[in-house]
């Protein structure tokens, strides 16, 4: 039995969510078909107020894995994560959101890496779809093309966060929401570190996670092959901001009231949370700096550089005007802090609201790190069949390399010449490719 748990340390999916019902059933399917013998799968529902209590319970008939957790008492989305974490056994963790989900022998993969690594700390490109109805009418699947493994030097990471600021478009960040996997040994170091033995320090779970535990860790790993695939649904908690109907503001607004006591970095004026990836990325820096012998290093963010970034994040976003003037208020006090009101009012008067306008997505795309597909193209409608999508598409585009279409191309016309194909051979040839 140690033999055993040598080899197969337990992995553990945490999914804290709120009405997430429909999405989860495809979710905790990508997790209920892994095969990893010592495999756990703890929900926990923050007072869902449609059926995913029920959908999760009908999934535990089915799959004793599945723990439960369902609160009476509206925690929020920091608190359920903590909950969730707190939960979860010596091992290795990742987390999910509702609507997002595992690739297939995922978890083999993580533990091979992890063990001929030797670290703790597990980070990857997940592949993404697009639910449909989110900006078009058909969804799209979007899976990286590139392979390999290698070791990130996490003060490089955090030197480069300081600077680009952000976090989100980082596929190298480490957090273990949806992209990564932990040691439970690393997430116990960082709870140390903090005075009331809590692991986030921020209102939004995902970043802060890969800031902090880049910072725990000389280096980590880092592969190109999707593990995980992110799913961006109307139900999204990032999406109800940009969004102007009446229950996306609302859940936005509710969003803000539950961190009303959990301000930014001081350094950040002690404005309230701000969903703009710049100043996110800001705020886990500087409270991950913070933290009682943190040994994570970076250099002091440039504030002008930040008000910069972040005015062009304003610029490109769909945000309402409303939303935009509450941005600008908390830019504002930012720049104040640092003396810096000269130049927010130079940004003010030249920076220019970009006018876009989403367009259907068609076909297939190809890049020099992903393809994109339409996802009505090949059928797709939910995050488990995504998934499977996504596996067959990686492993696919790792075998056709350039040399195999050489040789292809090669070995038909070796053939025509050698056959003299005319008339109906030919027919009759191309019939049979």
Same mark, same amino acid.
């Given at each position: =039995?140690?033999?055993?748990?040598?080899?197969?340390?337990?992995?553990?999916?945490?999914?804290?969510?709120?009405?997430?019902?429909?999405?989860?059933?495809?979710?905790?399917?990508?997790?209920? @078909?892994?095969?990893?013998?010592?495999?756990?799968?703890?929900?926990?529902?923050?007072?869902?107020?449609?059926?995913?209590?029920?959908?999760?319970?009908?999934?535990?008939?089915?799959?004793?894995?599945?723990?439960?957790?369902?609160?009476?008492?509206?925690?929020? =989305?920091?608190?359920?994560?903590?909950?969730?974490?707190?939960?979860?056994?010596?091992?290795?963790?990742?987390?999910?959101? $509702?609507?997002?989900?595992?690739?297939?022998?995922?978890?083999?993969?993580?533990?091979?890496?992890? %063990?001929?690594?030797?670290? @703790?700390?597990?980070?990857?490109?997940?592949?993404?779809?697009?639910?449909?109805?989110?900006?078009?009418?058909?969804?799209?699947?979007?899976?990286?093309?590139?392979?390999?493994?290698?070791?990130?030097?996490?003060?490089?990471?955090?030197?480069?966060?300081?600077?680009?600021?952000?976090?989100?478009?980082?596929?190298?960040?480490?957090?273990?929401?949806?992209?990564?996997?932990?040691?439970?040994?690393?997430?116990?170091?960082?709870?140390?570190?903090?005075?009331?033995?809590?692991?986030?320090?921020?209102?939004?779970?995902?970043?802060?996670? $890969?800031?902090?535990?880049?910072? @725990?860790?000389?280096?980590?790993?880092?592969?190109?092959?999707?593990?995980?695939?992110?799913?961006?649904?109307? *139900?999204?908690?990032?999406?109800?901001?940009?969004?102007?109907?009446?229950?996306?503001?609302?859940?936005?607004?509710?969003?803000?009231?539950?961190?009303?006591?959990?301000?930014?970095? @001081?350094?950040?004026?002690?404005?309230?949370?701000?969903?703009?990836?710049?100043?996110?990325? *800001?705020?886990?820096?500087?409270?991950?700096?913070?933290?009682?012998?943190?040994? $994570?290093? +970076?250099?002091?963010?440039?504030?002008?550089?930040?008000?910069?970034?972040?005015?062009?994040?304003?610029?490109? *976003?769909?945000?309402?005007?409303?939303?935009?003037?509450?941005?600008?208020?908390?830019?504002?006090?930012?720049?104040?802090?640092?003396?810096?009101?000269?130049? +927010?009012?130079?940004?003010?008067?030249?920076?220019?609201?970009?006018?876009?306008?989403?367009?259907?997505?068609?076909?297939?795309?190809?890049?020099?790190?992903?393809? $994109?597909?339409?996802?009505? +193209?090949?059928?797709?409608?939910?995050?488990?069949?995504?998934?499977? *999508?996504?596996?067959?598409?990686?492993?696919?585009?790792? %075998?056709?390399?350039?040399?195999?279409?050489?040789? =292809?191309?090669?070995?038909? +016309?070796?053939?025509?010449?050698?056959?003299?194909?005319?008339?109906?051979?030919?027919?009759?040839?191309?019939?049979?490719?």
């Amino acid at each position: =039995m140690n033999n055993f748990l040598t080899n197969y340390p337990l992995f553990t999916v945490i999914i804290p969510l709120r009405n997430r019902a429909d999405y989860l059933l495809h979710t905790l399917q990508t997790c209920m @078909e892994q095969d990893y013998p010592n495999f756990e799968i703890i929900v926990s529902d923050d007072c869902s107020s449609d059926r995913s209590v029920e959908i999760t319970q009908e999934c535990i008939k089915r799959d004793p894995r599945i723990k439960l957790f369902a609160h009476n008492q509206n925690l929020g =989305m920091r608190d359920n994560f903590e909950f969730a974490l707190a939960q979860v056994r010596p091992g290795y963790v990742i987390a999910l959101g $509702g609507d997002d989900g595992l690739m297939p022998g995922c978890l083999y993969t993580m533990n091979d890496i992890l %063990s001929s690594t030797k670290t @703790e700390l597990l980070t990857w490109p997940s592949s993404t779809f697009i639910y449909p109805g989110m900006y078009a009418e058909s969804g799209r699947l979007m899976v990286s093309r590139r392979k390999g493994i290698k070791l990130i030097k996490s003060s490089d990471f955090l030197k480069k966060m300081s600077v680009n600021l952000n976090y989100n478009s980082d596929v190298e960040c480490p957090m273990f929401y949806i992209k990564g996997v932990v040691s439970t040994k690393l997430i116990d170091i960082v709870k140390k570190r903090n005075p009331d033995n809590r692991f986030y320090s921020c209102p939004t779970p995902d970043g802060f996670s $890969g800031v902090v535990l880049a910072g @725990e860790v000389k280096y980590y790993a880092f592969t190109y092959e999707p593990l995980s695939i992110l799913g961006s649904s109307p *139900a999204s908690q990032g999406v109800n901001y940009l969004r102007n109907d009446k229950s996306s503001v609302e859940e936005s607004n509710r969003f803000f009231e539950q961190n009303v006591k959990t301000p930014m970095h @001081e350094l950040l004026a002690f404005q309230p949370y701000s969903p703009l990836i710049t100043l996110m990325t *800001a705020d886990y820096l500087l409270k991950a700096r913070d933290l009682d012998g943190w040994p $994570g290093v +970076f250099p002091d963010l440039d504030f002008k550089n930040l008000l910069n970034k972040g005015f062009k994040e304003l610029s490109d *976003a769909f945000y309402s005007e409303d939303r935009i003037h509450r941005e600008l208020d908390i830019l504002m006090a930012i720049a104040s802090r640092h003396g810096l009101m000269n130049y +927010f009012n130079y940004l003010l008067k030249n920076t220019n609201r970009k006018k876009y306008h989403i367009r259907e997505f068609r076909g297939i795309s190809i890049g020099p790190r992903s393809l $994109g597909i339409d996802s009505s +193209f090949v059928k797709i409608t939910n995050i488990r069949d995504a998934s499977n *999508a996504s596996y067959t598409l990686y492993h696919l585009l790792q %075998s056709l390399s350039i040399k195999i279409f050489f040789s =292809m191309f090669y070995q038909t +016309f070796k053939y025509l010449f050698k056959s003299r194909i005319t008339g109906d051979k030919f027919t009759k040839f191309i019939k049979q490719i």
